[in-house]
């Protein structure tokens, strides 16, 4: 995860670089500059996933500095950090790219939690997208009556499992988690489940360490915890036995977890595929509104 800080305030990109460290984020790499203008040779050389920058700065303002980053590089994921506060001026620098304008001074954690789900949404998604292959003919997906199965054992007896019919791409789909499954021998990638907030809760609600109110800020917030992720991670991780390769006959291991804010082509993409190559279901436990899951198997 490359983040790359732009502030003329030495003692600026100092707190920021401090408070990035502090947040366990992988394999995080961090530049940083004073100057706009070496900015932009930066992201052309180092093509960082992430750019926090400043508003007010001598050579180039930071909502200058967004426009043309959004413009010539729009998969990276930019943010500003500044003492404006004023909300006419913070809708512009959103409508110019920016995902967030946190206000100075901050505190970490009000850093972290506006910054999570874009590292989170960086970190793999269009990458892994891009090693996808050719469809097999046949193929690793799981029967679903195997997955209610291993889901009612890690859920509970509570949750409903049920097929539905198949989901096009619209704006409920995003926020959404995605799982990444290989071939574990080969490294292949094999299959993606995505998840739409709903059910990322529903997964959740498997860990004793996810609250009720965990599950509503998720739900209201659309940001997703760590706590909250952990969860639903686990439950995927051991739900991937069901992902069964005919070949090998060994089931397919999960590589990563991602959580995507935004949508792009090839995740909107993923729902156009035909029904002989995807399965689409719903989770549901009773207090809580139903969630949507599309696998799609290559």
Same mark, same amino acid.
């Given at each position: 995860?490359?983040?790359?800080?732009?502030?003329?305030?030495?003692? +600026?990109?100092?707190?920021?670089?401090?408070?990035?460290? +502090?947040?366990?984020? *992988?394999?995080?790499?961090?530049?940083? +500059?004073?100057?706009?203008?070496?900015?932009?040779?930066?992201?052309?050389?180092? #093509? /960082?996933?992430?750019?926090?920058?400043?508003?007010?700065?001598?050579?180039?303002?930071?909502?200058?500095?967004?426009?043309? !980053?959004?413009?010539?590089? /729009?998969?990276?994921?930019?943010?500003?950090?500044?003492?404006?506060?004023?909300?006419?001026?913070?809708?512009?620098?959103?409508?110019?790219?920016?995902?967030? %304008?946190?206000?100075? /001074?901050?505190?970490?954690?009000?850093?972290?939690? $506006?910054?999570?789900?874009?590292?989170?949404?960086?970190?793999?998604?269009?990458?892994? !997208?891009?090693?996808?292959?050719?469809?097999?003919?046949?193929?690793?997906?799981? $029967?679903?009556?195997?997955?209610? $199965?291993?889901?009612?054992?890690?859920? @509970?007896? #509570? %949750?409903?499992?049920?097929?539905?019919?198949?989901?096009?791409?619209?704006?409920?789909?995003? /926020?959404?988690?995605?799982?990444?499954?290989?071939?574990?021998?080969?490294?292949?990638? $094999?299959?993606?489940?995505?998840?739409?907030?709903?059910?990322?809760?529903?997964?959740?609600?498997?860990?004793?360490?996810?609250?009720?109110?965990?599950?509503? #800020?998720?739900?209201?917030?659309? %940001?997703?915890?760590?706590?909250?992720?952990?969860?639903?991670?686990?439950?995927?991780?051991?739900?991937?036995?069901?992902?069964?390769?005919?070949?090998?006959?060994?089931?397919? *291991?999960?590589?990563?977890?991602?959580?995507?804010?935004?949508?792009?082509?090839?995740? #909107?993409?993923?729902?156009?595929?035909?029904?002989? +190559?995807?399965?689409?279901?719903?989770?549901?436990?009773?207090?809580?509104?139903?969630?949507?899951?599309?696998?799609? @198997?290559?």
């Amino acid at each position: 995860m490359k983040i790359l800080i732009v502030d003329d305030s030495i003692a +600026t990109l100092e707190i920021v670089k401090r408070s990035l460290k +502090t947040f366990g984020y *992988r394999r995080l790499s961090i530049k940083k +500059t004073s100057s706009a203008n070496e900015a932009l040779k930066l992201v052309d050389e180092w #093509q /960082p996933e992430i750019v926090l920058t400043d508003w007010y700065m001598p050579e180039m303002t930071g909502l200058t500095l967004i426009a043309k !980053l959004h413009k010539s590089y /729009p998969e990276i994921k930019l943010a500003m950090i500044t003492t404006v506060d004023d909300e006419q001026m913070i809708s512009d620098a959103t409508s110019a790219g920016a995902s967030f %304008v946190l206000s100075k /001074p901050f505190e970490d954690e009000e850093l972290h939690h $506006k910054l999570l789900p874009l590292v989170q949404g960086a970190e793999e998604s269009e990458l892994l !997208l891009e090693a996808e292959s050719s469809v097999q003919k046949e193929l690793a997906l799981p $029967k679903l009556s195997q997955l209610t $199965k291993l889901l009612k054992k890690e859920i @509970g007896d #509570q %949750v409903t499992i049920s097929n539905i019919q198949l989901q096009k791409f619209d704006e409920s789909k995003i /926020p959404c988690l995605m799982a990444v499954y290989e071939d574990a021998e080969t490294q292949r990638l $094999k299959a993606v489940a995505l998840l739409d907030i709903y059910a990322v809760c529903v997964f959740a609600r498997s860990s004793n360490k996810v609250t009720a109110d965990d599950i509503q #800020q998720a739900i209201h917030s659309k %940001v997703v915890s760590k706590q909250v992720l952990d969860g639903c991670h686990k439950v995927l991780e051991r739900s991937s036995i069901a992902f069964l390769d005919s070949n090998s006959r060994k089931s397919l *291991r999960l590589k990563s977890v991602s959580f995507i804010p935004k949508a792009f082509e090839k995740l #909107q993409l993923l729902y156009e595929k035909d029904a002989e +190559t995807r399965v689409d279901f719903s989770c549901q436990v009773s207090d809580m509104a139903q969630g949507k899951i599309t696998l799609v @198997g290559f």
